[in-house]
Every structure is written in structure tokens, then in C-alpha cells.
């Protein structure tokens, strides 16, 4: 093993962990408003992917078209998600409402696999596959891509949670309902905008990341798992903690891979939460005493 | 300005108000008072449009708000204080007050104005303006959440327990600041309060709670100086020192 072994495991590693930290920054997004587990997070993931396919092949948009496309069409489906399945109950307790959305994950993939077919498909690479080498290091250009991509989605919702009045109106409705609720504060509208940022957000994971792992109707479920483990390895509550778990997880798994064998890389990761489940609860960068309501 | 109609509150189905009217007029400081359960909470909440009622009617204004949205009833006017202040503690002092006046997010100078005016009404929350809500006593706290709610404009306050887990000196300075919005902005209040003789001081008119129903009704004075009130509720903080005065 040389250093550029190294720094091509950390690059993967990053690469894939890009998307798991946006997914897992769409269950904090929606567990910090509304306090429910949305298990359907990894379908829209799997939506970004399987409709960027869609519009590109099957509709012969050109490629950032059709990926915009995809992104925004997932996002309307969050809203739908939403208006469907969780207004109409939301009064009932958060667990039945994240039975729910389990429900909702198994409609969405039923529905993908008979109208788009069960075969895998990839998107191509934004801007060819020739590999850079950094440092010894063989990088795709997807994988910048992602990195870009992610680290800007990043810095966006970053502004968007601490500058605007709206992102801090959304906290407000984490750290307390009531109050948000007697503020004026439109909690039901917030509640609508939660699943359409972390929608959007989710399918911009699947659509930089199609190029690079291929995507079918089915990697929801695989993705929306990993993207849970480093939910709540950054602390479920914590959305630059998850996004950040996501990367370690992301990594962590690329070295497992790498050094041990591919074939317990995706055993390694929930090891990895059980572990943190038994010694710290609360994620490696959760707040302590940070309340739900 | 604030009325309640034969107002029936069940919690899944248990009664929590029974047949309650009360209304407060224009300008007033009306006191409900009442012990542990009686259902004061309720009442403000079943005003601010928290909880539904199953019959009766609640009107602010003239208007029928009982089916409105608690933004909606913000919006019109009213202003609900919660018990507990329960401000976002995480968040800075600052934002806990532009957020109460999310409403008005069109009108950034009126809302840096009334950022001001509140700074002027409380210049402790001036000072700790970037600190955490969180890390403020509770008096300051009680005094964000009143600020927070005075962000919205409101034409009437409804203020749940301002005293709970107060000093005497707190609790008479948030006081005598009711009685100043009153007079100075003609700010009507619905006071909820265990503190039954310090809330009957201020105060124009007074209900008494029990179980869910209104039992006494009248002006504060004679509340005041009516056996039963005495004998249940101003029996044990008659030591509660002297309170501001209109
Ligand atoms: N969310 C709830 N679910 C069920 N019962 C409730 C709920 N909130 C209040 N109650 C019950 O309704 C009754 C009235 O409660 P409420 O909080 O209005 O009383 P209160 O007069 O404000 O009391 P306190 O002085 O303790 O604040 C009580 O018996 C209480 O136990
Ligand atoms: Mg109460």
C-alpha cells in the first residue's frame, strides 16, 4: 500500500459519502420540523437517479435539463408526499407517522419498478470519465463533481438555516412547536417545505452520484439505510453533523473495502451503528439535552 | 375584544372546560385566576386557536375565530405569551424576536422599529441581544417572551403564569410593565395567574376557575374582598409584597 492507495480510498470514500451526508442531512431536515423519521429518503434518492435516466433516455432531454428536471420533479413529490400522506394524520403520534412514510417507500419503489423497469441503469459522467490523477491518486471527474456539488448544497442550506427567516422559522419549529405555532409562524407550511428541501436535496444525491454507482428502483432502500446511520452518527437533530457522518461513513467504509474486503463493507457500516448506539447515543456531534418536542 | 361563549374543551374525553364565557373589552386587564387544573391554560389556548373547541363560540374583535389558524389569529391581533415563556432557546435573543414578527416580513422597518421599541421596554434584552435565549434567567426569559409577541403588533395580549418561578422584584417588574403597555398602548390583556392578588391588583375585572367552569365573576376589587376568593386563593401569598399599583 503506497500514499496514493491511500488518497484514492479517502477520495472514494468521500465521493460515496458525499451522498449518504445529503442523505442523512434530508432526515434531519424533516426530523428537526416535524420530529418523524422519513424512511422514504432513500427513494428520493433513488427518484433524482431513476427520472434523471428517465428524462435523458427515455424523453432525449440533454443532460443538465433533464437533470434539473429530475431534481424538481422530486421535489414535487416530497410536497405530494406530504399533502397525501402526512397532513391528513398529523395529529397522530410520530410513530404511526413514520409507518407512514415506510409505506410511501414501498409505494414509490412498486411504482418506479413497474413504470421504469427493474434494470439498472447510469447516468454519464457531467464531464467525461477520463481520470484525473491528483497526487497519484486516480480521481473521475464525477467524483469533483459530487465533491463541488455537495460542498455547495452544503454552504447553501448553511445560509439558508442561519441567515434567512424562513430556515431560522423552521428551527423555531424544532426547538419548539407551541411557540412557533403562537409566533405566527405558518408550521404547517414548514412542515410542506421540510420534505420539499430534503426531496430536492436527496435527488441531487442520486443524480451526481448515478454516474458514478449506477442506479435501479431498488437503491433506496440500501442508501436510505446508510444515509439513517450517518443520521444518527452525527447526531440525528444535526444537520451539518449528519452530512458530516455521512462523509466519515462514506470513508470508513472505502478503507474497509479497500483494506479488509468489499465484501463487508456494507456489514461494516452497521457495526459501526450499533456501536455508537450502545456507547453514545446522541451521535458523535449531537448536542447533549437537545430537546424534542 | 376577546369573547367566549358557553366554550366546551374536551381532552380525548375528558372535559377540561365546561360552558365557559368570559370576554374581555377594550383597554382592560381582565385576571383569570384559579388553582392547579382548573383549565386557565386551556382557555388561552382554546383563544389562540391550540386547541378546538367542541361547542361554543369564541370571537375576537366581532369576528369568529374558533375555526381560524393560530397564525391567522395572530395576525388579527392576538397574542398568546405561553406558560413556561417557552422561548427557542437555542436560538439567539435577537432572532427569538424578529420570529414574532414573521408575519410581517414585508414591513422590515416597522420590524426594526419595534426591534427597538422592545429593546427600550426591556434593555437587558438589548444587551444579551447575539447570547442563546437559553442562557437568560427566567425573568429575562419571561420578558423575550413578551417581547416575542409584541413583535407580532398585537391589539390584545394573553399572558399565561408572567410570575411562575419568579422573585417577588421580577415578578413586580413584569407587572408593572402590564400595566404600562396598557396605559401606554392601550395594549387589552387577559392575565392567567396562580398569583390570584397580585394578578386581581392590576387588574379591572376578574374570573375565578374551577374544574373546567367559571364560578365568580366581577370586578377585581370585590374579588379581591370576597370570602370564598380569599379563603381558596389569596390565603397563602398574602405575603406576595406590594404590587404595582394603576
Ligand atoms: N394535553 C392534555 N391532555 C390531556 N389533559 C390535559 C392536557 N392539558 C391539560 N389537561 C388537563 O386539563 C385540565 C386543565 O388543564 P389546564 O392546563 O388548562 O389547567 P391550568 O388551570 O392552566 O393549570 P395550571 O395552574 O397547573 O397551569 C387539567 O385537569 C389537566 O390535567
Ligand atoms: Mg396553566
Redesign the pocket.
Known amino acids: 500500500m503506497t500514499f496514493s492507495d491511500y488518497l484514492q480510498f479517502l477520495l472514494s470514500g468521500l465521493t460515496v459519502g458525499s451522498t449518504y451526508g445529503l442523505t442523512a442531512l434530508g432526515f434531519t431536515i424533516i426530523f428537526n420540523t416535524t420530529g418523524i423519521v422519513n424512511f422514504a429518503q432513500g427513494e428520493f434518492v433513488m427518484l433524482g437517479g431513476m427520472l434523471g435516466v428517465f428524462f435523458l433516455s427515455g424523453l432525449g432531454l440533454p443532460l443538465p435539463l433533464a437533470l434539473l428536471l429530475a431534481v424538481l420533479a422530486t421535489l414535487l413529490i416530497g410536497a405530494l408526499m406530504e399533502r397525501l400522506t402526512i397532513r391528513p394524520v398529523q395529529d397522530a403520534p410520530v410513530i404511526n407517522l413514520v409507518i407512514v412514510t415506510i409505506g410511501v417507500s414501498i409505494l414509490v419503489r412498486g411504482i418506479v419498478q413497474i413504470v421504469l423497469g427493474k434494470d439498472t441503469h447510469a447516468l454519464p459522467p457531467f464531464t467525461g470519465s477520463a481520470p484525473v490523477s491528483i497526487a497519484g491518486a486516480a480521481v473521475q471527474p464525477q467524483s469533483l463533481w459530487v465533491l463541488c456539488i455537495t460542498c455547495g448544497l452544503l454552504l447553501l442550506l448553511r445560509h439558508f438555516f442561519s441567515r434567512t427567516l424562513w430556515g431560522k422559522a423552521m428551527l423555531a419549529c424544532a426547538f419548539d412547536r407551541k411557540a412557533a405555532f403562537l409566533a405566527g409562524i405558518g408550521v404547517r407550511r414548514m412542515v410542506l417545505l421540510s420534505f420539499m428541501i430534503s426531496a430536492a436535496v436527496g435527488a441531487t444525491g442520486g443524480v451526481i452520484l448515478a454516474p458514478l454507482t449506477m442506479t435501479s428502483y431498488d437503491v433506496g432502500i440500501m442508501l436510505g439505510l446508510k444515509g439513517f446511520a450517518a443520521a444518527v452518527l452525527g447526531g440525528l437533530g444535526n444537520p451539518f453533523g449528519a452530512a458530516l457522518g455521512g462523509l466519515i461513513l462514506g470513508v470508513l467504509e472505502s478503507f474497509a473495502a479497500g483494506l479488509l474486503s468489499s465484501a463487508y463493507k456494507d456489514a461494516f457500516t452497521f457495526v459501526i451503528l450499533l456501536l455508537l448506539l450502545f456507547c453514545k447515543p446522541s451521535g458523535l456531534f449531537g448536542r447533549r439535552g437537545f430537546e424534542r418536542v | 375584544m376577546l369573547r367566549l361563549r358557553n366554550v366546551d374543551v374536551l381532552?380525548?374525553k375528558?372535559p377540561?372546560?365546561i360552558r365557559v364565557s368570559l370576554h374581555v373589552r377594550p383597554g382592560e386587564i381582565v385576571a383569570l385566576v384559579?388553582?392547579?387544573?382548573?383549565?386557565?391554560?386551556?382557555?388561552l389556548?382554546a383563544a389562540s386557536g391550540l386547541?378546538r373547541p367542541k361547542d361554543g363560540e369564541i370571537t375576537f374583535e366581532g369576528r369568529d375565530v374558533s375555526r381560524l389558524s393560530p397564525d391567522r389569529i395572530v395576525a388579527a391581533g392576538l397574542s398568546h405569551v405561553p406558560?413556561g415563556r417557552l422561548v427557542w432557546k437555542p436560538l439567539p435573543v435577537e432572532d427569538n424576536l424578529r420570529l414574532g414578527a414573521f408575519l410581517r416580513s414585508g414591513d422590515a422597518a416597522g420590524v426594526a422599529r419595534d426591534l427597538d421599541e422592545v429593546y427600550g421596554l426591556f434593555p437587558i434584552l438589548a444587551e444579551r441581544r447575539r447570547q442563546p435565549a437559553g442562557t437568560l434567567s427566567g425573568g429575562e426569559q419571561q420578558m423575550l417572551a413578551i417581547g416575542r409577541a409584541l413583535m407580532a403588533r398585537p391589539r390584545m395580549l394573553l399572558l399565561?403564569?408572567p410570575s411562575m418561578g419568579l422573585a417577588p422584584a421580577v415578578t413586580r417588574e413584569i407587572f408593572s410593565l402590564i400595566v404600562r403597555l396598557r396605559r401606554e398602548r392601550g395594549l387589552t390583556v387577559l392575565l392567567?395567574e396562580?398569583n390570584a392578588r397580585m394578578a386581581l391588583r392590576i387588574a379591572d375585572r376578574g374570573y375565578v376557575?374551577e374544574?373546567?367552569r367559571v364560578i365568580l365573576q366581577g370586578p377585581a376589587d370585590e374579588l379581591l374582598e370576597n370570602r370564598d376568593v380569599q379563603r381558596a386563593y389569596l390565603g397563602r401569598d398574602a405575603d406576595a409584597g406590594d404590587s404595582p399599583s394603576h
Open positions: 381532552y380525548g375528558v377540561a372546560l384559579g388553582g392547579n387544573g382548573a383549565g386557565k391554560t386551556t382557555t389556548l386547541v406558560e399565561d403564569e392567567v396562580q376557575l374544574t373546567g
